[in-house]
C-alpha cells in the first residue's frame, strides 16, 4: 500500500475549515509542495499556507533555507506560513512561528468563549 502524499493528508484534514487546494512544488516532486487557500479573503485574520516535506530519517529538522524559502514564497501570496513535515516513521509534525501559533490560540479561546452560554 502506497502511502498517501502529505499535501493530500493536509488538504482531507482541514477540508471542512479551510477549504483548501495543492499547489505542486517544484519538480513536482512527491511530497515537496504547498497547500494554500482556494481563495483568497481580505477579511480573514489569517489565511494559512503549509510548506510540505517528507523527510527520509527520523528527524522532523527543516532547515534554515527550506524555512526561510517556504515562509517568503507563502508570505509573497498573503499567506501565514506553516511547515508540515512526515519522517520515515509517518509521524506528522506542524512547524510555525510562536505568534502565529498565539494568534491561533486567541482565535480558539474567543471562539470558545463566544459560544459559552453566561448566566444570568
Known amino acids: ?3 498517501q502524499i502529505l499535501e493530500d493528508i ?16 517544484s519538480g513536482n516532486l512527491r511530497g515537496d509542495g504547498d497547500v494554500g ?12 499556507g503549509f510548506e510540505c516535506k517528507d523527510k527520509a530519517g527520523k528527524s522532523h529538522s527543516v532547515p534554515g533555507t527550506e524555512w526561510k524559502k517556504a515562509k517568503t514564497q507563502l508570505s509573497r501570496r498573503g499567506l501565514d506560513p ?6 520515515s516513521e509517518s509521524e506528522i509534525l506542524v512547524h510555525m512561528d510562536i505568534s502565529l501559533l498565539k494568534l491561533l490560540v486567541e482565535i480558539i479561546q474567543d471562539s470558545v468563549h463566544s459560544t459559552i452560554p453566561t448566566n444570568r
Open 1 to 3: 500500500m502506497s502511502k
Open 10 to 25: 493536509v488538504v482531507d484534514t482541514f477540508a471542512d475549515i479551510l477549504n483548501l487546494r495543492t499547489h505542486p512544488g
Open 37 to 48: 487557500p482556494k481563495s483568497f479573503s481580505v477579511s480573514a485574520l489569517i489565511q494559512l
Open 82 to 87: 506553516v511547515f508540515v513535515t512526515r519522517n
